[in-house]
């Protein structure tokens, strides 16, 4: 009994398990707050514009909670890697199975996309600090945004407008003029709310298992490693 105990202490709290618990309650938020601060109907589920957009936002929801969530600065085992974009319950089923293998490519390079970013930083370091984190993400996207944009201006025959990206990754950021909008509320609140439960629940592991939140045993990222070599600290 004794050792069942302390296993379940040790035991790691599923955080994109918690995100997809917590998701109905997120939904019923969004919609009210679509009902009662931008006047959207939501009488009639199947048609309202209340419950169109907070679906909508819900999946948006859901997805950054795997796949663009705080522990995207684990080195080798990158949460959700294995099935982007489809999610875990893509395996369960024959077709699920079929799409994944299809996509596998498109997996590879969004796991390859965020190697640099786990190598620079320290797992559990500013990338799970509430907001900041969010922000270091968008920042890291929004380099690689210029650099597909400088790419394809570059190739006459290419003509791709993406505009719309940037101005997405921008509306994070609080001196935007898109801030504090149904843009924001819809389309980044829900990455800054499952961003925080993320780290809610990494903080809830911590304390129940008496330990530190970046322990010293996990591996310093280069940022870390290069501050730490100017101050002389080893």
Known sequence: MKKEKVLKKDKLTDN???????SPIYFLIIVFALKFEFGMNWLFPFFSSAVFYGIVSTLLYLFSSNY????LDVMNSR??????PLGRWAGSYKLGRFLKFLLTPLTKAWYWL?????????????GHWPIWGVWLR???????????????????FININISFIEVWLKSFFPWDKNFATIHFLLFCFPIYLSDMVHIGVDYYDSVKRSMSFCPPKIPRGLITKLINTLRGVR
């Not at 994109?16 to 917590?22: A, Y």
């Not at 663009?68 to 522990?71: E, L």
């Open 16 to 22: 994109v398990r918690f995100n997809e618990n917590f």
């Open 68 to 71: 663009f969530q705080p522990d």
């Open 79 to 84: 949460p959700g890697m294995g099935h982007f």
């Open 114 to 126: 965020w190697h640099p970013y786990a190598k620079l930083l320290t797992h559990r370091g500013a």
């Open 138 to 156: 968008v920042s890291y996207l929004y380099l690689f945004y210029i650099c597909i944009s400088f790419i394809l201006s570059k190739i006459s």
